[in-house]
């Protein structure tokens, strides 16, 4: 009996860890070839030993260049764009312009960078997945996280408007949009490094893990041809909204 992604050539952003890492092995293990990127090209390789049939490609997703010289010609039928960052918790009014444009670059510009590169092929071969990696950030602002936010409502635009614009391609488009997902190095970068600060964000929360959404994300794409699971949000059970969270006491 076939894996339920046997044949399929995958290319997965951010892969050197979390939420990448996650999707990479079970896009593997449901027996996809893997491209694995993320500028991080140690990591990339030591995860591509770990995995049957996967490429290690170091490559920064804001570099549009780049992403049209590395990814244009690869013939990949499920992309997972996931690559994405926050930096800092503070009011817009004590931001940092460079740090703002880092996030924006990095959320905004890498999507539509990679995407393009890819969309192409994808169109000509007539079939295949796009699935950008969103956040709850991207349905209900929260303070402290303004550019943060406005970043992953532009990922949901820009899901919505592929699927408008490619009706009838072949092609299949979801966002996958997590709340709070621990295990990852998503809050220790936003804290610029503090420790203490990145693990008071998951104290007292059973949070989701990337293995929870790298399983979500695999059911999705292995749904049958006419079936196209478009928006698929998932919370932690303890977690309400962006701002409501119950935490265990002690």
């Given at each position: 009996?076939k894996?339920?992604?046997?044949?399929?050539?995958?290319?997965?952003?951010?892969?050197?860890?979390?939420?990448?890492?996650?999707?990479?092995?079970?896009?593997?293990?449901?027996?996809?070839?893997?491209?694995?990127?993320?500028?991080?090209?140690e990591?990339?390789?030591?995860?591509?030993?770990?995995l049957p049939?996967?490429?290690?490609l170091?490559?920064?997703?804001?570099?549009?260049?780049?992403?049209?010289?590395?990814?244009?010609?690869l013939?990949?039928?499920?992309?997972?764009d996931?690559?994405?960052?926050?930096?800092?918790?503070?009011?817009?009014?004590?931001g940092?312009?460079?740090?703002?444009?880092?996030?924006?670059?990095?959320?905004?510009?890498?999507?539509?960078?990679?995407?393009?590169a890819?969309?192409?092929?994808m169109?000509?071969r007539?079939?295949?997945?796009?699935?950008?990696?969103g956040?709850?950030?991207?349905?209900q602002v929260?303070?402290?996280?303004?550019?943060y936010?406005?970043?992953?409502?532009a990922?949901?635009?820009?899901?919505?408007?592929l699927?408008?614009?490619?009706?009838g391609?072949?092609?299949?488009?979801?966002t996958?949009?997590?709340?709070?997902?621990?295990?990852?190095?998503?809050?220790?970068?936003?804290?610029?490094?503090?420790?203490?600060?990145?693990?008071?964000?998951?104290?007292?929360?059973?949070?989701?893990?990337?293995?929870d959404?790298?399983?979500a994300l695999?059911?999705?794409?292995?749904?049958p041809?006419?079936?196209?699971v478009?928006?698929?949000?998932?919370?932690?059970?303890?977690?309400?909204?962006?701002?409501?969270?119950h935490?265990?006491?002690?």
């Amino acid at each position: 009996m076939k894996s339920p992604l046997h044949g399929r050539r995958a290319l997965v952003t951010g892969a050197s860890a979390g939420i990448g890492a996650a999707t990479a092995r079970a896009l593997a293990g449901a027996g996809a070839e893997v491209w694995l990127v993320a500028r991080r090209a140690e990591r990339l390789q030591e995860l591509a030993r770990e995995l049957p049939k996967a490429h290690a490609l170091s490559l920064d997703v804001a570099d549009a260049a780049a992403a049209e010289r590395e990814l244009a010609d690869l013939p990949i039928d499920l992309l997972v764009d996931n690559a994405g960052l926050a930096l800092g918790v503070e009011k817009l009014s004590a931001g940092d312009p460079a740090e703002w444009s880092r996030v924006i670059d990095t959320n905004v510009k890498g999507v539509l960078n990679v995407t393009r590169a890819l969309l192409p092929g994808m169109l000509r071969r007539g079939h295949g997945d796009v699935v950008l990696i969103g956040s709850v950030a991207g349905r209900q602002v929260y303070p402290g996280g303004g550019v943060y936010c406005a970043s992953k409502h532009a990922v949901r635009a820009i899901y919505e408007a592929l699927r408008l614009e490619n009706l009838g391609s072949g092609l299949r488009f979801l966002t996958l949009d997590p709340g709070m997902v621990g295990s990852t190095e998503f809050s220790q970068i936003r804290m610029r490094g503090d420790a203490a600060k990145a693990a008071a964000v998951y104290q007292g929360v059973d949070a989701l893990t990337p293995e929870d959404i790298a399983e979500a994300l695999l059911w999705a794409v292995t749904r049958p041809a006419h079936v196209n699971v478009g928006e698929l949000v998932i919370w932690a059970s303890a977690q309400a909204s962006t701002t409501q969270v119950h935490r265990r006491p002690g």
